[in-house]
Antibody, heavy 120, light 107 residues
């Protein structure tokens, strides 16, 4: 059974930093693209970042480029999101999402999410 | 960026009704269109990928169709567990983008 368990969320002041982690199990982690998708309270879904299976290819939404860094450790079956220079508009539930091994690409399994609140 | 527009934004329907949700892309995305269901307080769940391929475990009453710029999600006979918000998402090119969502409520 696929399991994705996020951690690291919490309350942080504007301009602060936070590192999210996602522990993956139930599949061959090193074979899949992994993603972060977020959802602001009461709002829709927003893709944040993706990383290819080996970490070679990395993509970011313009809204987080230069502030967030996605990474993975295939030996530990873990995905990370380093978030710096946080803003109030980054307040969201952040989901760790399992992608695919190739095309077509889709978000096939989602973690339960971790809430990040940016407020003074 | 490719903009995804869903219609309607919300709808009220009864158990047993046929429900159709439309998603339109701002440019052609071939069949790179996915659908997700989200219930309150829960993570989204993949329903349909590549426009018409049904994810394993999804009931046969749920189907998807379309290509190019116009896509539909159809629930042939609405069941109590189908009351939720539905999102389309394009995977033609990054940034991956979602529609604004369609909330299906009980009439």
């Amino acid at each position: 059974e696929v399991q994705l368990v996020e951690s690291g969320g919490g309350l942080v002041k504007p301009g602060g930093s936070l590192r999210l982690s996602c522990a993956a199990s139930g599949f061959t982690f090193s074979s899949y693209t992994m993603n972060w998708v977020r959802q602001a309270p009461g709002k829709g879904l927003e893709w944040v970042s993706s990383i290819s299976s080996s970490g070679t290819y990395i993509y970011y939404a313009d809204s987080v480029k230069g502030r967030f860094t996605i990474s993975r450790d295939n030996a530990k079956n873990s995905l990370y999101l380093q978030m710096n220079s946080l803003r109030a508009e980054d307040t969201s539930v952040y989901y760790c999402v399992l992608g695919t091994t190739g095309k077509p690409e889709y978000f096939q399994h989602w973690g339960q999410g971790t809430l990040v609140t940016v407020s003074s | 960026d490719i903009q995804m527009t869903q219609s309607p934004s919300s709808l009220s329907a009864s158990v047993g009704d046929r429900v159709t949700i439309t998603c339109r892309a701002s440019q052609s995305i071939s069949s790179y269109l996915n659908w997700y269901q989200q219930k309150p307080g829960k993570a989204p769940k993949l329903l349909i990928y590549a426009a018409s391929s049904v994810q394993s475990g999804v009931p046969s009453r749920i189907s998807g169709s379309g290509s190019g710029t116009d896509f539909t999600l159809t629930i042939s006979s609405l069941q109590p567990g189908d009351f939720a918000t539905y999102y389309c998402q394009q995977s033609y090119s990054t940034p991956w983008t979602f529609g604004q969502g369609t909330k299906v409520e009980i009439k």
